[in-house]
C-alpha cells in the first residue's frame, strides 16, 4: 500500500514538472515569437522574456530578428544607354512582423530567401534601365604618387562615388522594402553592390576605346610639347642673334674707338719728329718687303723713291731723319 501510494506521489510530481516546463518558455532578447493553437496564430510578436503556454495545445515558434543578408547571383542589367553591366549584390533585411512571415514562408529563411531575391532583382532592373552606364561606372585616373594631397583627392573621389552609388540604390531599396513588408513582414535594411563589371565582349571594346582616348591624348601632348619646342628654339635663336649683333656692334665701336686713337698717337707722334718718323716707316716697308728668302723685286735707285735711304751711302742714313 505504501508503495502504491508513493508510486503514485511519484508520477503526480514528474506530471507536474512536465506541466510545468511544457507551459514555460524564454524568448531570448534578439528573437520574437508567436503562439499557435493547432496550427492558428493566437499571439503575434512575442517579446523577450519567460512566458506560459498550454501544453499540447499551444506551440511557439521564434524567430531570428537580427539583421540577416541574402546575396544575390551576379546578375546582367541593361543600362538606359543600352550597355550592359554584371552586377553582384547582397540584401540586408530583418522580421518585424513574426506572424505576416510566418504564413508567407512557414518560418523557413530558405524560402525567404528565395521570395526576396526575385524581387530585388526586379528592382535593380528598374533602376539601372534608367541609369547611363557614366553615372553607375566612374572611371579614376590612375596615380602611383604618394603625394599627400593627392593621396585625399583620390580618397575624396573614391567618397564621391560611394556617395553616388549610395544614392543608385536609393530607390530600389524603398520599393522592395515596401514590397516586402506587405508580403513577408520583413524590413530591407540596404541593397549593397558588392562589384559591378562588363560583360567580355564589352571589356575589349571599352578597352580599345580606351586606348584610342589615351593614343590621341598622347598625340595632343606630343604636338603641344613639339610646338613649345618651336617656340623655345625660335625664342633662343632670337636670342643668341640679338646677343651676337650686340656683340658686333661692341667690337666695332670698341675697333673703331682703338684705331681712332691710334691715328691720333701716330698723328701727334709725326707731328713731333716728321723725319724720324718718315725714317721709321721706311725702315718698317724694309723689314716686310726683304724678309723672304725668294723675294725678288726690280727696281731703278736713280728714279724710286723706295729706296731713298740706300743712296745716302756708307751708313749715313740718319741724316735723312734729321728734320
Known sequence: MFNNRALVIVIVLGILAWVGSASLYTVNETERGIKLRFGEIVENDIQPGLHFKWPVLNTVRLFDTRVLSVDASATRYLTSDSKAVIVDSFVKWQIINPAQYYEATRGSEQAAERLIAPRTDEALRNKFGQTTLTQIVRERPATQSDNQEVVKKVQQEDSDVATERDELMVDPISQLDQAMRRELGVRILDIRVKRIELPGEVTQAVYERMNSQREQA????RA????????IRADADRQRE????????????????GDAAAAAIYSAAYQQNAGFFDFYRTLQAYRESFKGQNDLMVLSPSSNQFLQLFKQGNGDASSAATP
Not at 651676337?244 to 675697333?255: K, V, Y
Request: hydrophobic share 20%.
Open 242 to 257: 640679338e646677343t651676337l649683333a650686340s656683340g658686333r656692334q661692341i667690337a666695332e665701336t670698341t675697333r673703331g674707338e
Open 224 to 231: 603641344e610639347g613639339t610646338r613649345q619646342a618651336e617656340e
Open 218 to 221: 598622347a598625340r595632343g601632348y
